[in-house]
């Protein structure tokens, strides 16, 4: 049921976004121009999190658009792969692995960070293919 919730968001948001963003991809825009861009943009906003939670909140949605609209546009332009998604997935990982490091760091909580870090080592080792479900 969230899988169909989720794939009809995706169509909404590829309509919506798609006509703008086959135009940027006939400028040079990438997928994985996108991608890349959205790491600074979240290392920054979870970096700000303690220090100014509006610039955060700013610099986390970014992160957001960006990571939403690298694989609306690797649907529009018929460039989903493998190694995109991977990409993808490597980031996210690395900005909620940051997070929790920092969380960790500032708050001196250490079941929470432990236990997400423990799921991000567990998804990536399963992703590589090196422990199955």
Not at 35 to 55: D, I, K, Q, R
């Amino acid at each position: 049921m969230p899988y169909k919730r989720l794939k009809a968001v995706k169509r909404l948001i590829d309509e919506a976004f798609g006509p703008l963003l086959v135009a940027l991809y006939s400028f040079g825009l990438r997928p994985l121009h996108l991608t890349l861009l959205s790491l600074p943009f979240g290392v920054a906003g979870v970096w700000l999190l303690f220090e100014n939670p509006p610039l955060s909140a700013f610099f986390v949605l970014s992160y957001l658009v960006f990571d939403v609209l690298d694989g609306t546009l690797a649907r529009v332009t018929g460039t989903v792969s493998d190694s995109g998604g991977r990409l993808d997935f490597l980031v996210d990982r690395l900005v909620a692995s940051f997070f929790l490091v920092l969380l960790y760091l500032r708050g001196g909580e250490v079941l929470v960070p432990v236990a997400g870090l423990s799921a991000v080592v567990l998804f990536s080792l399963e992703d590589f293919g090196l422990i199955k479900r």
